[in-house]
């Protein structure tokens, strides 16, 4: 596609085809050097453990053109890191760090061109996949792997944009269980979530908000991002055995820190949602996307946060900030950001 050609007002949150994607094989116990490819489909072994037993996992982060023209990436070796730790989980080939970033620079230096530029308020996102390709029959692990990255110009997750929408709780729904996992970037959890999140998008909610799967008691997190709620100058987000730990919550809690807030990551009892001043969802796609109202339609309870559907200033601190650092408009004094050359 001719980039001129893209309408980037328009640009939603969805797959479009660029001019390459990379690749890299694990064989004989052994990673293989970095491919690229200009083709968008792979071949598989029908026994491959992707398929059969759940080996799967990725990844999402985004790549940002400043006023100045450079091309910034957010906080890519925490990727690379988390994978590593989905890797462990779930008995992947684990990808040495310096080969994750390697990819991810080559990447986005062959689809240049489908950067957004800067006025656009797009981004282009960047995703890894990790894929289990040796054939087996029995349950294990596989011998063989894929890694490879694909990219796409996106515009906003959400197209109303920057805005608090609600969110419901759903009690008959889980994401992951306790010890299962959750703290993992599998498909698995996803496919969980399809369900509820599809009712929940049926009755007019943008997520599900989660509770624990062992007692029905405390805040879990939203399907797509973490959950953080504010009050008394305090960010508070879950601590939990099943949550995705987000690289985006874990930059607004260093924010929260920079601004003079206490940063609490702990239990939140579901009543406790009553004292929030803000609440918020978190993530990579996302950034950051207020809730101005969480339904519990079990309880027939609400808890509401902005009826005009305007995010709260906290909130809104956070996103302008974060993407400022993201697009070179603010000092990246934490060292988040990598300039591709």
């Known amino acids: 596609m001719d980039n001129n050609a893209i309408?980037?007002?328009?640009?939603?949150?969805?797959?479009?085809?660029?001019?390459?994607?990379?690749?890299?094989?694990?064989?004989?116990?052994?990673?293989?050097?970095?491919?690229?490819?200009?083709?968008?489909?792979?071949?598989?072994?029908?026994?491959?453990?992707?398929?059969?037993?759940?080996?799967?996992?990725?990844?999402?982060?985004?790549?940002?053109?400043?006023?100045?023209?450079?091309i910034r990436v957010f906080r890519m070796e925490e990727n690379a890191k988390r994978l590593q730790k989905t890797s462990d989980g779930i008995l992947l080939a684990k990808l040495p760090i310096e080969k994750f970033c390697e990819a991810v620079k080559k990447v986005i230096k062959l689809n240049e061109r489908f950067v957004p530029p800067y006025e656009s308020g797009c981004s282009l996102y960047i995703r890894p996949l990790l894929i289990g390709t040796g054939a087996k029959?029995?349950?294990?692990?596989?011998?063989?792997?894929?890694?490879?990255?694909?990219?796409?110009?996106?515009?906003?997750?959400?197209?109303?944009?920057?805005?608090?929408?609600?969110?419901?709780?759903?009690?008959?729904?889980?994401?992951?269980?306790?010890?299962?996992?959750?703290?993992?970037?599998?498909?698995?959890?996803?496919?969980a979530s399809l369900v509820p999140g599809s009712l929940g998008k049926q009755m007019g909610y943008s997520a599900v908000l989660y509770l624990d799967a062992k007692e029905k008691k405390y805040v879990d997190e939203c399907g797509p991002a973490n959950f953080f709620g504010i009050k008394n100058n305090t960010y508070v987000t879950p601590k939990s055995t099943s949550i995705l730990p987000s690289i985006t919550n874990m930059s607004l809690q260093q924010l929260a820190k920079d601004f003079g807030m206490t940063v609490e990551q702990r239990q939140i009892p579901e009543e406790e949602l009553a004292t929030f001043e803000e609440a918020g969802e978190c993530g990579t796609a996302a950034v950051v996307s207020p809730i101005c109202r969480i339904d519990d339609k079990d309880l027939n309870k609400s808890y509401e946060y902005s009826k005009d559907g305007k995010p709260g200033p906290i909130c809104t601190k956070f996103y302008n900030t974060l993407r400022a650092i993201q697009y070179g408009d603010m000092e990246d004094t934490h060292g988040w950001v990598t300039i591709i050359d």
Not at 16 to 34: A, K, P, Q, S
Not at 171 to 183: N, Q
Request: charged share 20%; with cysteine.
């Open 7 to 70: 309408d980037w007002g328009k640009l939603g949150f969805q797959y479009m085809d660029t001019d390459y994607n990379v690749r890299c094989y694990y064989r004989n116990g052994e990673w293989g050097e970095i491919e690229v490819s200009s083709s968008n489909v792979i071949n598989l072994h029908m026994a491959a453990t992707c398929l059969h037993y759940g080996q799967e996992a990725f990844e999402g982060l985004k790549a940002f053109r400043g006023k100045d023209g450079k």
């Open 137 to 191: 029959i029995g349950v294990g692990p596989a011998d063989e792997y894929l890694f490879m990255i694909f990219v796409s110009p996106v515009g906003p997750y959400f197209k109303d944009g920057f805005k608090a929408t609600p969110v419901c709780i759903l009690r008959g729904y889980d994401r992951a269980a306790p010890l299962g996992t959750g703290t993992f970037k599998v498909g698995g959890n996803y496919a």
